[in-house]
Every structure is written in C-alpha cells, then in structure tokens.
C-alpha cells in the first residue's frame, strides 16, 4: 500500500520566522516523533517524503498550507493529526487530513490580508487609497532575467481597504502560479515610505486558487 494524502496546517504567530528549509525539517522531525506509517525515500540516504504545494514566504502567515505525504499503511486520520500535533511547535498547528484532488501546478492565484498596525488607522487608509488610484506604481521585481522595473499596481486595483480597531486591513488575490507570481512585499517596499516609520505590516496567506479561482485542494 502507498497512499498519498494532503495535510493542511496553519503556520502563525512566532513560526512565521521559520524559513521553508526548516519547516521542512520541522515537519520531517514530528513525523519522525509521531510514528507515523510513511514512506521513505529510497537510495543511500532515505528521508520521509513529504512536499509543499507553494512555499510561503519568510515573515507570511499561513492559513491554510498543505503538505502531501504518503502512507504505507492505514491510519485513522484524527489519530494521525494528534500525533503530528505533539511533535510540532505551537504556532503551527494540523487541522485537516484529505486525498489530493488537485496538483500544486494547477495553483494560479493566492488570497492575502495584510494588517497594518501603528500610526493613524484612518491616515493609513487615505494613504493607500491615494496610492491605489495612481498611475502606476512601479518597483524593482527579481526575475531569471535579472532585476526589472515592473508597475505592479493593476494586480492590487481591485484589492479591498476596511479600516478595523487600531488597524487596517486590506485583502487582495495576486498571481502565484508558476507562469508568474506577485510578493505581496513588493507592494510593502513600495509603500513603506508613504505609510510613516511607526506603521507596521503583516502578511496572512488565506488560500491558494486556480486558474478559474477555485480553491486549491
């Protein structure tokens, strides 16, 4: 018997500090705690399989990440979430076992909320509002090719600003497939300097979409 399945897991609070290389270690070393029935690799050095739909990027919570391993032999899946649970840090949490129904190249888009904290919530608002209506917005994007100027401001026209408590917050669906993809950092650099010192952001992965903006599952 070789079974995949998909885990979904949140990564919040203090992990979002853990670089992808580590979380793959993290979760390497729970499975390993758990005892879970997995495959391993094969050859001289046989490690558990496990992969990544989309890499979230350092400093990003995730709302709902997934990873995909494989069972050799069957297990309940509550069980197997509780297991996982006890070997992993606080701030990363197992919430849901299913079987693959989509691959992780079919994934085109992501959802994001970025918060931004400090400062006047109401002088914020204004100052991304007016920066959404400019002409262009242009920022320096790595690429294979090398650094490029690239406007980036038509992927957040349509982005929502709701001003929330001592905060604000705006919600966005960016490119994240492997045609092209869009950091939401890239649209914090460029703002940075019109938002004031004491403004601070942070960025929360919702969920991943495909072309036609289903949900990744």
């Known amino acids: 018997m070789r079974k995949e399945i998909r885990i979904w897991f949140s990564k919040k609070g203090a992990s979002r500090f853990i670089s992808h290389l580590n979380l793959n270690r993290c979760m390497s070393r729970?499975?390993?705690?758990?005892k879970l029935p997995v495959w391993?690799?094969?050859g001289y050095n046989p490690h558990v399989f496990l992969s990544f739909a989309a890499p979230l990027s350092l400093g990003f919570e995730g709302e709902r990440e997934s990873m995909d391993i494989r069972l050799i032999e069957e297990m309940p899946y509550d069980l197997l979430l509780e297991r996982l649970n006890a070997g992993l840090p606080p701030d990363i949490r197992a919430y849901e076992v299913t079987e693959p129904v989509m691959k992780p190249g079919e994934i085109a888009f992501a959802e994001y909320h970025i918060v931004f904290s400090?400062?006047?919530?109401?002088?914020?608002?204004e100052?991304?509002?007016?920066?959404?209506?400019?002409d262009a917005l242009i920022v320096e994007k790595k690429t294979k090719k090398g650094a490029q100027q690239v406007d980036i401001l038509p992927y957040f026209k349509n982005a929502g600003?709701?001003?929330?408590g001592g905060g604000v917050m705006m919600d966005v669906t960016l490119p994240a497939g492997?045609?092209?993809?869009?950091?939401?950092?890239l649209f914090l650099e460029a703002v940075e300097p019109?938002?004031?010192?004491s403004v601070l952001a942070k960025v929360q992965r919702l969920r991943l979409l495909d072309r036609e903006k289903r949900e990744f599952r």
């Open 118 to 125: 400090g400062g006047d919530p109401e002088g914020t608002s």
């Open 178 to 185: 492997s045609e092209g993809s869009v950091n939401p950092s």
């Open 30 to 34: 729970a499975i390993h705690r758990a």
């Open 161 to 164: 600003i709701l001003v929330l």
């Open 40 to 42: 391993y690799t094969e």
């Open 194 to 197: 019109h938002l004031g010192a």
């Open 127 to 134: 100052a991304l509002w007016r920066i959404l209506h400019n």
